[in-house]
C-alpha cells in the first residue's frame, strides 16, 4: 500500500471552489490537484494500491481532509479541470467533524481533522515525511534492478482488489515547507529524494518509481 499526504497550507476548506484561479483565491489548489494525479494515476490507469488525503488547511472554518481511494474509484479521468470539480464539489458541503470519514462518491471521502489525524490513523504504515535535507530515501548499497520487482503492487479491480507488499506512506507539503510543529511530527521519518527540491508532483513520480522498480529503502 502506497499513502500519500499532501499538505495544502492555504487550500481552500470550504465553499465554492474558484475552478478559474486554482492557484489564487482557491490557496494553490493547483499543486494539490497536480499532486494527486501524480499520486493516484499512471499513464493509462489508476494505481488501485494508492491513497491520497488532501490536507486542506486555509479555511475558512476548521481544517479539511478529502481521501481518494484507488480501488474504489471510478470515473476519475486525468483532466485537471474534472479532478478540480470532484473537490469542488465536496467542499460546498459542511465540513465532517474531527476523524469522522462520510463516503461522497466512490473512493472519495470527506473528513474532518489536519496532519496529526492522519498520522494517527495510518500507525500500521512506516511515514516518511519527504525533506530534501534528510538522508537518502534509498540505501546506500542500493541499485536499480534490470527487472522491476514492485514493492507494493495491486491485483484485480475494485471489490476484487488484492494489495501486497509493504504499507509505506509519504508526507508532503505544497510549495511552502512544512511549518516547525508539522516538521516534529511524531511517528515520521524524514527522507530526501536528493539536494535539489522539487515540485511535489515530481517528488511522488519518484516514490513511485523507486517502489514499481523495487530500489532497496532506508526505512
Ligand atoms: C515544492 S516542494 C516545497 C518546497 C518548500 N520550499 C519546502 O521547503 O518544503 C513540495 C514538497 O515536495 C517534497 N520534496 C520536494 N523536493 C524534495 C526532495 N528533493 N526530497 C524530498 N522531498 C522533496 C517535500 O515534501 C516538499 O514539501
Request: hydrophobic fraction near 40%; glycine fraction near 10%.
Amino acid at each position: 500500500m502506497r499513502r500519500f499526504a499532501i499538505i495544502g497550507n492555504r487550500a481552500m476548506a470550504q465553499g465554492k471552489l474558484p475552478l478559474n484561479d486554482m492557484a489564487g483565491a482557491a490557496g494553490r489548489m493547483d499543486v494539490l490537484v497536480r499532486a494527486l494525479m501524480s499520486a493516484l494515476m499512471t499513464s493509462h490507469g489508476m494505481r488501485r494500491d494508492s491513497e491520497i488525503i488532501l490536507h486542506l488547511h486555509g479555511g475558512p472554518g476548521p481544517a479539511r481532509r478529502i481521501k481518494f481511494v484507488g480501488s474504489e474509484l471510478k470515473g476519475v479521468h486525468a483532466e485537471e479541470r474534472a479532478v478540480a470539480g470532484q473537490i469542488g464539489k465536496v467542499i460546498q458541503l459542511p465540513t465532517p467533524a474531527r476523524g469522522q470519514w462520510l463516503q461522497r462518491s466512490d473512493g472519495i471521502y470527506d473528513g474532518g481533522g489536519d496532519i496529526e489525524s492522519t498520522i494517527t490513523e495510518w500507525k500500521d504504515s512506516t511515514i516518511i515525511r519527504l525533506d530534501a535535507a534528510a538522508p537518502r530515501l534509498w540505501s546506500a548499497d542500493s541499485a536499480i534492478p534490470q527487472q522491476s520487482k514492485p514493492l507494493s503492487k495491486a491485483v484485480g479491480e475494485w471489490d476484487e482488489t488484492e494489495i501486497s507488499g509493504i504499507d509505506i506512506a509519504f508526507i508532503l507539503s505544497d510549495d511552502k515547507p512544512l511549518t516547525e510543529s508539522q516538521l516534529l511530527l511524531e511517528n515520521t521519518i524524514p527522507r530526501s529524494l536528493g539536494e535539489e527540491w522539487l515540485q511535489g508532483h515530481l517528488a511522488i513520480a519518484i516514490c513511485h518509481f523507486l517502489i514499481d522498480e523495487g530500489v532497496s529503502l532506508n526505512l
